[in-house]
């Protein structure tokens, strides 16, 4: 249970999509769950392209709530220029899955970058088929992205790496609560959303302009954006971003 941001391309005022994002660590909406208590404060993290664009990198993984945390505003305006991909993760840790470091996200593999919302049941048995090294406490979302990261990695045409990541999306047989995630090579954004149930929480929508594109878990609201220029994503569909300017693909399946 978690919030994602997704931003690729070139968009004017990223940094504040990302402070307005950072409020959804406190502010963010929460699954209509008896006892459930509010905020996304469990551990939080950032990936971006690489500088040589080959590739995404780890910027940092931390716990706690990202409110709250002077390396957020940091990371943010580090940067002398926007990076072409960029990824942020707030966690609201499962109950079954350890609050720790090693489970905050993003995870990194074989040059993608992965953030999930959703919980996956006997996630481990989805690692059966995969060999990548585990680096969490056991987060059922790296058994997701190692599942996911399968014949994905080196497909170079858009289509068929789409067509794969249906394939895998619709053998899964292990229950779930969402599998909504955006994985990202640096050169390519892949967004799934596939919610099995609280689906105005398990939601997930894009803003796009002519030279970059912005996904998030909710509607982010800036001074220039209201929450009209937002497409929700539909349920059980994957949304592929690629080239410069950005072109977007939407599959359903």
């Given amino acids: 249970m978690c919030r994602l941001l997704g931003i690729y391309g070139f968009v004017d005022n990223w940094q504040e999509f990302l402070l307005q994002f950072q409020q959804l660590a406190e ?3 929460i699954p209509d769950i008896p006892n459930i208590e509010p905020g ?3 551990g939080w993290g950032m990936a ?3 500088s040589d ?3 995404m990198e780890l910027i940092g993984k931390y716990l706690g709530n990202a409110l709250a945390a002077p390396e957020y505003k940091e990371k943010v305006f580090a940067f002398s220029s926007q990076p072409q991909v960029f990824l942020c993760h707030l966690r609201k840790a499962s ?3 350890r609050i720790s470091l090693p489970n905050s996200q993003p995870f990194i593999a074989l040059n993608w970058a992965f953030i999930h919302n959703g919980t996956v049941y006997d996630a481990e048995t989805l690692n059966e088929i995969t060999s990548y090294p585990i680096t969490s406490d056991h987060s059922d979302s790296e058994y997701y992205f190692h599942y996911l990261l399968k014949d994905i990695a080196e497909e170079r045409k858009q289509e068929r790496l789409i067509q794969k990541l249906i394939n895998h999306l619709t053998r899964i047989k292990v229950n779930y609560s969402a599998l909504n995630c955006i994985l990202s090579n640096g050169s390519e954004m892949y967004i799934i959303r596939s919610a099995a149930k609280h689906h105005e929480y398990y939601s997930l929508f894009y803003y796009q302009t002519n030279s ?3 996904v998030c878990s909710e509607k982010l609201s800036l001074n220039h954006i209201n929450e009209s220029y937002w497409n929700e994503i539909p349920n059980q569909s994957v ?3 690629t080239d410069t300017p950005p072109r977007i693909k939407l599959v359903k399946y």
């Fill in 48 to 50: 971006s392209v690489k």
């Fill in 53 to 55: 664009n080959l590739g």
């Fill in 212 to 214: 970059g594109v912005v």
């Fill in 27 to 29: 502010k963010g909406k």
């Fill in 95 to 97: 109950p079954t899955i």
């Fill in 40 to 42: 996304h404060v469990d």
């Fill in 239 to 241: 949304l592929s971003i």
